[in-house]
């Protein structure tokens, strides 16, 4: 029950919850990697209705997320490290991994979107609405958890943000050229 109120008040709370993450590391890193690998799967399950061209698309695209997501995440360690944050790296780590809640929520909308739309065109646009509505939550707590994480001011963790975001498009980049899909 523990990690569904930390996961709750990740959404809800994120300041005080990335607060604990941060300072009870040891316990939370299990479970961050959890919290990722389930956003994970989620994400290339969702993704399984907008599939080009069968299993090795798919594959390839699976792995070129989870490079850029490791990218992302390596990029907000170095860089906030660098610019005197946190040195913590499973400190780092486990906050930024929680923040898989968000995707978990957002690939719930996106795939309950497909599903729902073949019924009524109304059930499409709201959900669309409530996907726009938790990709800005997402950014705005992504943002505060960078902030938490390492100290920082919110502009300085939206430069860090910003710069590990550009750099995992970039790894991403092969995976976009190929099937032409942004």
Known sequence: MDALKTAVDVLLRPGSAFAAIRGNDCRYFPRALGVASIAYGLSILGTLPHTISGSKLL???AAMGLLAGIVYLVVIYYLG????GNRHWRKVFSVILYMGVTAIALVAVTVSEAYLAQF???V???SGIIRLALLVWFVMITIEAIKVVNGFGTWKAIAVGLVAAAASLAAFAPYIAITGII
């Open 59 to 61: 594959l390839t695209g």
């Open 81 to 84: 490290k660098a610019w005197g």
């Open 124 to 126: 499409s646009e709201a």
């Open 120 to 122: 009524h065109t109304v």
